[in-house]
């Protein structure tokens, strides 16, 4: 009667695989209650439109259910419940269950057809165990021992079950895909709720040989049957990750009370993720709120970062900056800090965007580039910001490091911005360096030669931008206006050029072109800082070649000088100075000093112009150079009366310029000497009308009013 029941079973659910794999293409009706499916379905007929209440005919080939059997085989049910073996006796209970859909299991398990085998209830332990050749092994020779008896049915259909389910759990993991579905179809008895897992891994080979619905059908099959609440929720997770969306959809509608709302938060990340990756697309605003509740309700910053980058990139930047702030504040890490860098950007916070991109510089490529566009914009701003020294060093550093072009012109027109002409040009040309086709600096360094009357240079740059850019041609048209930084630059848009390989700019200090008032209101723009070296295009560097002698490297440093390439220069000069004869090492000496005074080394300058032969007149000029550069480091360090007083020693040498009477007077005036700083300003603003001194007499004006109170 045994071996009866389990042929039936066996025919029977041969059906599952089939309707899955081999022919099956129809999902199964919602609400079937045994847990195969008809074998009708099986042999690819289409269902009928009411459930059937008989089973196929034995006519078609296939046998009756058993519908009342007079006895069920409840040996291995009964081992679990005396074992205590909760999950294999909940496994077995499913499987009898679907297999004799009105058989009742017996209230008392423990007693009922107990026979006290014990060799028996070993085979059983060691199944329970896993150790399934130690089964058959004990089977092999009890048989041997006593010919007349028989293992219980159940116990060869568990084991035949268990190891068919072994084989194909190893073609699997060793993704031999044919293999599981071969498999899957000569043991369909391991297809039903009792053994989930194999349902899952059937379907993963489906997808694996292309037949994603056959895959769509294996787990609508566990929706529609099997009731594990993991179990179910599991199949819709191995359904997203493994089936087309548009899939997904009609399984998500075998929901029973609310049990999926993971699945559909994951659908709404997958779709905002989606569009914020692309622009052109849009969350349905049911998505949104979804996320945005979960986003509100969480204490982890994943969610506020998916919604701070859709908001950023769909126009509501101001938006955005509170989700990654909030992220940020749940630790989100370095993708929180790159997006409330842009978003603050976006929102022109520049400077709050720059001092929290400095704290995530050595985090990510990611990162470093968000800080780097963000200070391009920074750096851009007309009239440019007053920034401190601290912060300009920082942005010089990532600049020079990363050979970042955009960051080098944006630095150039903070310097032109705010009067600098001569670093401007020096910055523009290192831009220029690490990617000769950047037009806002070619068109910036124009400028810069217009400004210094360099006609020769200016010249030769239209002659070389001439036929890429016409505001570079009309640079030469006396009827232009002003010229600020260009809109390319001031977006921080980014050009790479492939293979640029050039040395690293080094900075000079910036030198405040004017100084704050007393209660620290910024009063006018800081200098922006300069880089001492830049790379040269070869073209022009090899005009310089000059031999391999004393006198030759002489002249190859004055000809690097002359192409603005100091550290090249000093180096010449160096050799020209160790090689050469007295007056080409005094020559060279002199040279030195002049490079070593570019690159703002005013110690090692001086040094080198002492020990040359200079003329008195040049004896002067550099005289000049280096007291000028001596008044900047005063002014830098607030020590306005040092300041003062190297501006009379300099005066010895060489008249002030305006750029200097300036700084005279915002010294007077940060030293309270209001009278004296009025008389500079009043001075310079008859002369040229100029605004920056009009702002000093403002800023006196405002002074002497605030303490007459």
Not at 668 to 678: I, K, M, P, T, V
Request: include cysteine; glycine fraction near 8%; proline fraction near 6%.
């Amino acid at each position: 009667m045994h071996v009866r029941s389990v042929l039936i079973a066996v025919a029977v659910s041969g059906a599952v695989f089939y309707a899955l794999g081999r022919y099956g293409q129809v999902a199964v009706p919602q609400g079937s209650a045994p847990p195969v499916i008809e074998p009708a379905l099986a042999q690819g007929q289409k269902p009928p439109e009411a459930p059937r209440a008989a089973a196929p005919s034995a006519g078609e080939g296939v046998p009756n259910r058993p519908v009342a059997p007079q006895k069920v085989d409840e040996t291995a049910l009964r081992y679990f419940a005396a074992q205590g073996d909760t999950r294999r006796y909940e496994a077995e209970l499913a499987r009898l269950r679907a297999l004799y859909p009105e058989w009742k299991p017996p209230t008392d398990l423990t007693s009922q057809g107990k026979e006290g085998d014990p060799e028996l209830d070993r085979m059983w332990k060691l199944f329970a165990e896993g150790k399934y050749g130690e089964v058959r092994a004990a089977i092999v020779q009890r048989s041997t021992v006593d010919p007349g008896w028989r293992p219980p049915a159940e116990l060869s259909t568990q084991l035949d079950t268990a190891e068919a389910r072994q084989r194909l759990v190893n073609a699997s993991n060793a993704r031999q895909w044919e293999q599981v579905i071969r498999l899957g179809t000569e043991t369909p008895a391991m297809l039903t709720c009792a053994s989930v897992d194999a349902l899952w891994r059937v379907a993963e080979a489906f997808v694996q040989t292309g037949k994603p619905e056959r895959a769509r059908d294996a787990y609508a099959y566990v929706l529609t049957n099997c009731t594990n609440p993991v179990e179910r929720v599991g199949t819709m997770q191995k359904a997203l990750a493994t089936l087309p969306e548009g899939l997904v959809g009609a399984l998500l509608a075998q929901e029973r009370q609310n049990e999926f709302a993971s699945i559909r938060d994951e659908l709404a990340r997958r779709h905002i993720g989606k569009a914020a990756d692309d622009p052109s697309q849009a969350s349905t605003a049911e998505d949104i709120q979804r996320i945005e509740a979960l986003a509100n309700a969480a204490t982890t910053p994943d969610d506020a970062i998916l919604l701070g980058f859709y908001t950023l990139h769909h126009d509501d930047a101001a938006k955005a900056a509170t989700w990654f702030q909030t992220a940020l504040a749940r630790k989100g890490g370095a993708k929180a800090a790159e997006g409330a860098v842009l978003a603050l950007g976006a929102t022109k916070r520049y400077q709050e965007a720059e001092a929290l991109g400095a704290q995530w510089l050595e985090a990510d490529a990611a990162n470093r580039k968000a800080y780097l566009d963000v200070v391009t914009a920074l750096l851009t701003q007309e009239p440019p910001p007053r920034l401190d020294r601290g912060v300009i060093e920082r942005i010089v550093k990532t600049v020079g490091t990363d050979k970042y072009a955009p960051g080098a012109g944006a630095l150039g027109w903070y310097a032109y911005n705010a009067g600098q002409i001569a670093p401007a040009g020096t910055w523009f040309e290192t831009a220029l360096s690490w990617d000769r086709g950047y037009e806002p600096a070619a068109y910036g360094l124009a400028l810069v030669r217009e400004r210094q009357r360099d006609q020769s240079g200016l010249r030769s740059l239209v002659a070389e931008w001439g036929s890429r850019s016409q505001r570079i041609v009309e640079v030469l048209d006396p009827r232009r206006g002003r010229r600020s930084a260009p809109d390319d630059i001031a977006a921080g848009r980014r050009r790479t050029a492939p293979g640029a390989s050039v040395e690293e700019p080094v900075a000079r200090k910036p030198v405040p072109a004017r100084a704050s008032r007393p209660d620290g209101t910024p009063d006018g723009e800081v200098v922006a800082a300069a880089p001492a070296r830049q790379a040269v295009p070869r073209a022009r560097a090899s005009a310089c070649a000059g031999g391999g002698s004393a006198a030759g490297a002489l002249q190859r440093g004055w000809c690097l000088l002359d192409l603005k390439r100091p550290a090249a220069a000093a180096q010449a000069f160096e050799a020209a100075r160790r090689s050469g004869n007295a007056q080409v090492a005094a020559d060279a000496a002199a040279g030195l000093a002049y490079a070593k005074l570019r690159q703002g080394l005013t110690a090692e300058a001086s040094a080198a112009a002492s020990s040359a032969h200079l003329p008195p007149a040049q004896r002067g000029a550099f005289s000049a150079l280096l007291l000028s550069e001596r008044f900047y480091a005063q002014y830098d360090a607030k020590d306005y009366n040092g300041a003062l007083v190297t501006l009379s020693a300099r005066a010895r040498y060489a008249p002030e310029t305006t750029d200097l009477m300036l700084m005279r007077g915002w010294s007077y005036f940060n030293l309270g000497r209001y009278e004296d700083a009025s008389q500079v300003f009043e001075a310079l603003y008859k002369v040229n009308r100029s605004s920056e001194a009009l702002s000093g007499l403002t800023a006196i004006r405002d002074a002497t009013q605030r303490n007459r109170y």
